[in-house]
């Protein structure tokens, strides 16, 4: 079991570029999420999946955001004409109905910031 | 909303002494609450869990007692070490609802 990792773990980049992050849940994980976390606050919702379908999403996932998970593994979150206020940690969960209680699994999260 | 609520503030304590960060929630439904911990230059870690009312949950010498009556999710430690710096964040899911609420964390300092 080696965890939930994302990719990239840092990125830095000019205000209007887009850009897009990587997410592979733990394996046979069905349930994927995304949060958004800026300094000194917790770790805000984003959006969720189950398997492939994106079940529910934050208005704070304005429409500049879009995530995908195709084949019901690994996800990507992209942002379009990225804005300074989009500087923050994005970090991914899964989790496994199966395993009773809905306890999530985060990765290490992937810093980002828009100059 | 479902939310939670921490306690304002860095905790600055000494080594050995008993650490309590207060947590409280508000909820529609019969939520699971959780106590997770993020180590400097590390990802969010479950610390413990509780499902149902006076349920404790513990782990690492960490407890938090989930009371209904109060909607408190309290987290004490009888004797930190330094190696327990680290920010602690209290969180819910509700029943059905698929999403973490989390509060807006504490940041927890010990010195030898």
């Known amino acids: 079991d080696t965890g939930v990792s994302q990719d990239p773990r840092h990125k830095i980049t000019k205000r209007g570029q887009n850009v897009t992050f990587r997410c592979d849940p733990i394996s046979e994980h069905n349930r994927l999420y995304w949060y958004r976390q800026t300094l000194g606050q917790g770790p805000e919702f984003l959006t969720y999946?189950?398997?492939?379908?994106?079940?529910?999403k934050s208005r704070l996932l304005s429409d500049r955001f879009s995530a995908e998970r195709p084949k019901g593994s690994f996800s990507t979150l992209e942002i379009q004409r990225t804005e300074q206020g989009d500087s923050a940690m994005y970090l991914c969960?899964?989790?496994?109905?199966?395993?009773?209680?809905?306890?999530?699994?985060f990765g290490p999260g992937t810093r980002l910031t828009v100059l | 909303g479902d939310s939670v609520t921490q306690m304002e503030g860095p905790v600055t304590l000494s080594e050995e002494a008993f650490l309590t960060i207060n947590c409280t929630y508000t909820a529609t439904g019969y939520p699971s609450l959780f106590w997770y911990v993020q180590y400097p230059g590390e990802g969010l870690q479950l610390l413990l869990k509780?499902?149902?009312?006076?349920d404790k949950g513990s782990n690492k010498g960490f407890e938090a007692t989930y009371r209904k009556e109060t909607t408190s999710f309290h987290l004490e430690k009888g004797s930190v070490q330094v190696s327990d710096s680290a920010v602690y964040f209290c969180a819910l899911s509700d029943y059905g609802n698929n999403r973490l609420a989390f509060g807006k964390g504490n940041q927890v300092v010990v010195i030898p």
């Open positions: 509780a499902t149902k009312a006076d």
């Open positions: 969960a899964s989790s496994s109905r199966l395993e009773g209680l809905n306890e999530q699994f």
């Open positions: 999946f189950q398997n492939e379908a994106q079940l529910e």
